[in-house]
């Protein structure tokens, strides 16, 4: 078989008859993972054991063995690092002139920036998460803990996450056999919203 993942699951959803959504829709795997996974941008992918994951599931699917799209991915994922490997520009150690009023300018404006930054991050900023999340679990109640700012909004699968004010947080979830996923939002008064998608797999003593 083909060992370029692109092509494998090219040619294994042209001969079951699906497109990105279809497939999306009977792996419950966000349809933007499934595109990357299809077009080679492993960039935007989950880390690695969530990805594994995926894999399997589409495998499953799609009745091939998982160890070959795993293998792909990992043969495809590697030259992806190959090719894109450090290069050294021609003109690296072309020196350029700075003038002394442009450097003190530099200077001014850098400090200013960070000024407005810490004065406005608390409301426009982005916002962050730090979520502890087991890839695997033997346990159906699971405990996910972390911290946000403690004026941003939480929320886990839809349902609104409270924090303490140091916003740090706790919160239990009831896991299905398999492969559950977590759905993270953090948004921020006036700001933008941050989103992570975190999976865990559930498998029961």
């Not at 690296?92 to 003190?104: A, C, D, S």
């Not at 409270?162 to 993270?184: M, S, W």
Request: proline share 5%; hydrophobic share 40%.
């Amino acid at each position: 078989m083909n060992s370029d993942l692109t092509e494998i699951l090219k040619d294994l959803l042209t001969a079951h008859g699906l497109n990105d959504e279809k497939l999306s829709h009977l792996t419950n795997i966000p349809k933007r993972f499934i595109i990357a996974l299809r077009t080679g941008d492993f960039s935007r992918l989950p880390a690695e054991p969530y990805t594994r994951g995926y894999l399997i599931k589409i495998a499953t699917v799609l009745k091939i063995d998982p160890t070959e799209l795993i293998n792909a991915y990992k043969e495809s994922a590697g030259q992806k690092r190959r090719s894109g490997a450090d290069k050294l520009p021609a003109n690296r150690f072309k020196r350029i002139p700075i003038h002394k009023g442009w450097l003190i300018g530099i200077v001014i404006a850098i400090l200013v920036a960070i000024f407005l930054y810490f004065r406005l991050d608390n409301v426009l900023g982005v916002p962050e998460l730090k979520a502890q999340v087991p890839a695997e679990t033997s346990v159906e109640s699971l405990v996910v803990e972390g911290e946000v700012r403690p004026r941003d909004t939480l929320t886990i699968n839809g349902e609104i996450v409270y924090t303490d004010e140091a916003g740090i947080f706790k919160h239990t979830l009831l896991l299905q056999p398999g492969i559950n996923t977590l759905h993270f939002v953090v948004k921020r008064f006036l700001g933008r919203e941050t989103e992570v998608i975190k999976q865990v797999y559930y498998q029961p003593l």
